[in-house]
T-cell receptor
Framework: EPEVTQTPSHQVTQMGQEVILRCVPISNHLYFYWYRQILGQKVEFLVSFYNNEISEKSEIFDDQFSVERPDGSNFTLKIRSTKLEDSAMYFC??????????????FGEGSWLTVV | AQTVTQSQPEMSVQEAETVTLSCTYDTSESDYYLFWYKQPPSRQMILVIRQEAYKQQNATENRFSVNFQKAAKSFSLKISDSQLGDAAMYFCAYRSPQGERDDKIIFGKGTRLHILP
């Protein structure tokens, strides 16, 4: 079964450093997402991306965050200057076609980011 | 705005017994989708079951079934014949119907399920 894959699985970075989290969505999917889960808390929506532009973003997704689909397969989340509170599990997800109602959003295994 | 509430932070069930996890939600929409996701210690998000609001019949997937009460805005998950591998955090989630722009999934805070051998 096709999967959403994420790299790295775990990254430790110093505060103020830039981090890029990478995702390979399922190949025929059109919508892409990033979610965040701070330890012990619920999963929170960050951003959705369609047709090479941001479709929707939450208030968490401030100017420190950016997303990009640099080629036909990868979908990246960049945090420009990490803060301690950015420590969380970051989930990438993808969806085939939202106009085909009910399509499931598939999640990757997550990238655990620790900012020290 | 839509909200999802899971009132049980933790639950325990004896192996082979049945357990029900509660979820309520708030929305003004008439058509939407509801999901239960499982997050084991590996922290992967795994879809357990899905329900379309326009369907009156409760969704079932093997040992997992839901009790969908649209008027009450309730969406509980029943796990029958609980197994040790069912131990995980379970998230209830809501998603709006689709238009030209996709819409996000809104998650509840989760219920941690312990399976007692």
């Amino acid at each position: 079964e096709p999967e959403v894959t994420q790299t790295p699985s775990h990254q430790v970075t110093q505060m103020g450093q830039e981090v890029i989290l990478r995702c390979v969505p399922i190949s025929n999917h059109l919508y892409f997402y990033w979610y965040r889960q701070i330890l012990g808390q619920k999963v929170e929506f960050l951003v959705s991306f369609y047709n090479n532009e941001i479709s929707e973003k939450s208030e968490i997704f401030d100017d420190q965050f950016s997303v990009e689909r640099p080629d036909g397969s990868n979908f990246t989340l960049k945090i420009r200057s990490t803060k301690l509170e950015d420590s969380a599990m970051y989930f990438c997800a993808s969806n085939r076609n939202p106009l085909n109602s009910g399509n499931t959003i598939y999640f990757g295994e997550g990238s655990w980011l620790t900012v020290v | 705005a839509q909200t999802v509430t899971q009132s049980q932070p933790e639950m325990s069930v004896q192996e082979a017994e049945t357990v029900t996890l509660s979820c309520t939600y708030d929305t003004s929409e008439s058509d939407y989708y509801l999901f239960w996701y499982k997050q084991p210690p590996s922290r992967q998000m795994i879809l357990v079951i899905r329900q379309e609001a326009y369907k009156q019949q409760n969704a079932t997937e093997n040992r997992f079934s839901v009790n969908f009460q649209k008027a009450a805005k309730s969406f509980s998950l029943k796990i029958s014949d609980s197994q040790l591998g069912d131990a995980a955090m379970y998230f209830c989630a809501y998603r709006s119907p689709q238009g030209e722009r996709d819409d996000k999934i809104i998650f509840g805070k989760g219920t941690r399920l312990h399976i007692l051998p």
